[in-house]
C-alpha cells in the first residue's frame, strides 16, 4: 500500500479529531506517519503501529528564518519516508507543507481549519495569509473546506483551479459524545463557555453577558472552561469569580461530564472553521447559542436547536440568553433533542472519514 505522511501541529488535535481517519488509513494497509511536536497523546497511535516524527512547530511565530526552517524540515521528511500522499492541517502546517509538497512534487490534501477574519475587511495580517495560501495551495490535489466562507474566500484567491470537497468540520464523534437526558430542573440553569481565554473567543462579551443576565436571573450559572491565553482577562474573571458571577472551571482532560450538567452553551468566537463546541453540546443534547458567524451558524437552527446572536454584540447575545432562560423546561429539553438529531443527520465523522477515504483513493489510483 501507501506511504501517507500527516503534518498537524499539535497531539490533542490528532487524538481528539482526527483520530479515525488515522486508525482507519493505517488499517486498510497504508503505512501512516504523524508529524507533531511530541505529546503524550501520540502513544496512542504509536501503539497501534503508527510512525510518529517528533517535529517541534512555533505555531505563532512569525521569524521567517524558523518557517523556512519548518519548510526544509518537512521536505526532508517528504523524501526520507518516500510519501505518497501528505496530509494538512491548519494554516501553518498547510501553507509549509504546501511548500515542501510542491518542490518535492508530492499529492497533498489540505484541510485549512478556518480562515481567521474579525470583520467585513481582512486585515493586512489576514491578507499576507491568504497570500501564502494562493501561493503554497495551488498545486493541491484536494482542499477540504469547512464553511462557505472559507469556501468562496479561497476559491477566489486561487481562481477555482484547485479541486475540492465540503466537510462537516471535524465532524463529531457521536459514540463518544453519546445523548444524555436533559437536567431535569430549572433550578439553576447552567451556561458553559468553552475555548481558549481569549479576545477572539468572545470571552469580554461573555462576561459582560453574564454580569447583565446575573443581575435579573439569579438562578443562571455562568462557567468558564479553558486555559489561558491572555492573562489579562484573569483579574476581571476573579472579580467576576468572587461576586457569584461566574464560575472558573479550569482546564478539563474530559468535558463530557460538564456538558452533561450544562442546559446550554453559550459560544460568542468572532471565527471558526467549524466549531468542536457547539458539536459537541449539541450531540449530547444541549442547546448551543452562538455567534451568527461561519463556522458556528452552520451548527445551530435558529429556534430550533439554539439561537444566533450578532457577533460581537452584548445587547444581542443578552436578549438571545434571556429568551432561552424564559422556554419552559419542557421547551428546552425539546431543543436538545432536536439538536442531537440535527448531529446525526449532518455533521457524524463517519462523514468526514469517508470524504477523506475517496479523495484518498481518486488520488492514489491516478
Known amino acids: ?6 503534518l498537524i501541529p499539535k497531539d490533542n488535535v490528532a487524538y481528539n479529531f482526527r483520530a479515525e481517519l488515522f486508525l ?34 512555533d505555531r505563532r511565530g512569525t521569524s521567517i528564518l524558523n518557517d523556512a526552517k519548518l519548510t526544509t524540515q518537512y521536505i526532508r521528511i517528504i523524501k526520507d519516508t518516500k510519501a505518497d500522499l501528505v496530509l494538512t492541517y491548519t494554516t501553518k502546517c498547510s501553507v509549509y507543507g504546501g511548500f515542501a ?18 470583520g467585513d475587511k481582512l486585515s493586512a495580517l489576514e491578507r499576507f495569509i491568504l497570500e501564502l495560501y494562493r501561493v503554497a495551495l495551488r498545486k493541491a490535489s484536494c482542499l477540504m473546506y469547512q464553511n462557505d466562507h472559507e469556501c468562496e474566500l479561497l476559491n477566489g484567491i486561487l481562481r477555482h483551479k484547485v479541486h475540492y470537497r465540503r466537510i462537516p468540520g471535524s465532524g463529531v464523534n457521536l459514540e463518544q459524545f453519546p445523548f444524555r437526558p436533559y437536567p431535569e430542573k430549572d433550578d439553576e440553569i447552567i451556561f458553559n463557555f468553552v475555548a481558549r481565554i481569549m479576545r477572539g473567543k468572545g470571552i469580554g462579551e461573555y462576561l459582560d453577558c453574564a454580569e447583565r443576565v446575573k443581575a435579573d436571573y439569579p438562578n443562571a450559572r455562568f462557567i468558564i472552561y479553558g486555559d489561558y491565553d491572555d492573562e489579562s482577562y ?19 482532560l474530559d468535558m463530557k461530564p460538564c456538558i452533561e450538567k450544562a442546559h446550554a452553551v453559550i459560544h460568542p468566537s468572532y471565527y471558526e472553521g467549524m ?25 445551530i437552527e435558529e429556534g430550533k436547536t439554539g439561537y444566533l446572536f450578532k457577533v460581537r454584540n452584548v445587547d444581542s447575545m443578552v436578549e438571545k440568553v434571556e429568551t432561552f432562560i424564559r422556554l419552559p423546561h419542557e421547551e428546552k429539553a425539546r431543543m436538545g433533542r432536536a439538536a442531537r438529531e440535527k448531529m446525526e443527520r449532518e455533521f457524524s465523522r463517519e462523514i468526514v472519514t469517508n470524504t477523506y477515504l475517496e479523495e484518498i483513493n481518486r488520488i492514489l489510483a491516478l
Do not use: W
Open 1 to 6: 500500500m501507501s506511504r501517507i505522511v500527516i
Open 24 to 57: 482507519k488509513l493505517h488499517e486498510l494497509g497504508h503505512e501512516v506517519f504523524i508529524v507533531c511536536p511530541y505529546g503524550k497523546k501520540l502513544e496512542y497511535f504509536r501503539e497501534r503501529g503508527i510512525h510518529i516524527i517528533d517535529l517541534p512547530i
Open 101 to 118: 509538497c510542491e518542490v518535492t512534487h508530492t499529492p497533498y490534501i489540505v484541510n485549512t481549519a478556518g480562515i481567521m477574519q474579525n
Open 234 to 252: 484573569r483579574p476581571r474573571i476573579e472579580e467576576l469569580e468572587k461576586r457569584g458571577i461566574v464560575e472558573y472551571g479550569g482546564i478539563q
Open 275 to 299: 466549531t468542536n463546541v457547539v458539536l459537541e453540546h449539541s450531540a449530547m443534547g444541549r442547546v448551543c447559542i452562538g455567534s451568527d458567524v461561519p463556522g458556528i451558524r452552520e451548527g
